[in-house]
């Protein structure tokens, strides 16, 4: 009897035990300030700026159970996309357990897709004269409103409808469309397809080729895999004359916006680039996660957040196959502006 009366003790002494809570500190009141953007890509001004516009989201509702603050939060988010640990390595640095570190993750990317809207197409006359201007400067070419591609990015394998992920280059990805002005920032985004989905097949589909078919707005410069369309100038091929080599060279030195766009994106959030391994979601999530990420980006432009010093080597390959898919007008159209060189 006494046996059972202090085994009895005990487990009722065990399912009171308190749980043992992980010290957990401020940890950017321990970093200098270039030790914050090389840990985190963003500076503690733009971490301050999204902390408070995610506050609504992240902050807890009480302080029981030592609830995890917004910032700890915003900043387990950061570290995934930039280094593209495990989730592990981000719970350890953290103070916080592996599942607590993948739940903020999923809440940081939400309320950050849901909060931040910073990727915008210029719609009103002032803001597109701007991009028009700086796009002219660079290029010479009038019009221009932004330069577009398509990138892909690495994903794990899905269990559903594989073969559609597995890209030109062999493995499982998304291809993410997207169109950035001349001070590289990302202005449209389209992350749904499949990484075998071809970059002009996109673009048929998005609506921005609707509004600007329909509206006139300006005009976009891609590589030769997407169709010539007024809306929508490629490079010359085999060019024959001198004004038609120029012509080439002023729309590479237009079009090279959105290639250096996407090696910054994936310098700073190595989680889209193979040297970070894959997105371990599933593509509808990981999509979540690009698009998060070229938020971030465009952040850090607005607060002069310097290029990372640890780039990596972006390969964004022209595609492989030339799209000859054009109508007279457009061809017309393009040479016209050859013959302005």
């Known amino acids: 009897m006494a046996e059972f009366v202090a085994l009895f003790d005990v487990n009722e002494q065990n399912r009171r035990r308190q749980r043992v809570f992980r010290e957990r500190v401020n940890i950017l009141d321990e970093l200098r300030d270039e030790e914050i953007i090389a840990r985190y890509r963003l500076s503690r001004e733009a971490i301050t700026y999204l902390n408070e516009t995610l506050r609504v989201d992240l902050e807890p509702k009480t302080k029981r159970s030592n609830s995890l603050s917004s910032l700890t939060q915003v900043l387990i988010g950061l570290r995934f996309l930039s280094k593209g640990d495990f989730f592990s390595e981000v719970a350890d640095i953290h103070g916080v357990s592996k599942p607590t570190a993948a739940r903020c993750f999923h809440v940081f990317i939400d309320s950050l897709n849901r909060r931040l809207h910073n990727i915008r197409f210029p719609t009103e006359n002032g803001a597109m004269a701007l991009s028009k201007q700086d796009f002219y400067r ?40 997207a169109v950035c002005d001349s001070r590289m920032n990302f202005i449209d985004v389209v992350a749904k397809w499949p990484g075998s989905q071809h970059d002009a097949s996109i673009f048929n589909t998005c609506g921005l080729k609707e509004h600007l078919e329909r509206t006139h707005a300006g005009i976009l410069l891609g590589d030769s895999g997407y169709g010539l369309r007024r809306y929508l100038l490629t490079p010359k091929q085999n060019p024959m004359t001198e004004s038609e080599r120029r012509y080439n060279n002023y729309h590479a030195r237009g079009r090279v ?67 000859n898919e054009h109508d007279n007008n457009a061809h017309s159209f393009r040479q016209a502006i050859i013959n302005m060189f």
């Open 138 to 177: 660079r290029c010479r070419i009038p019009n221009v409103l932004g330069a577009v591609d398509g990138t892909l990015v690495p994903i794990l394998g899905p269990s559903e409808n594989e073969e559609a992920y597995i890209c030109r280059k062999g493995f499982h990805a998304i291809n993410v469309q």
């Open 257 to 323: 916006v959105i290639e250096r766009a996407f090696g910054v994106l994936k310098s700073r959030f190595r989680c889209l680039h193979k040297s970070g391994g894959v997105l371990p979601f599933n593509p509808t999530k990981s999509a979540h996660v690009v698009v998060a990420c070229m938020k971030l980006h465009n952040l850090c432009i607005t607060f002069n957040v310097k290029e990372p010093q640890d780039a990596v080597h972006v390969n964004e390959l022209a595609n492989e196959d030339v799209l």
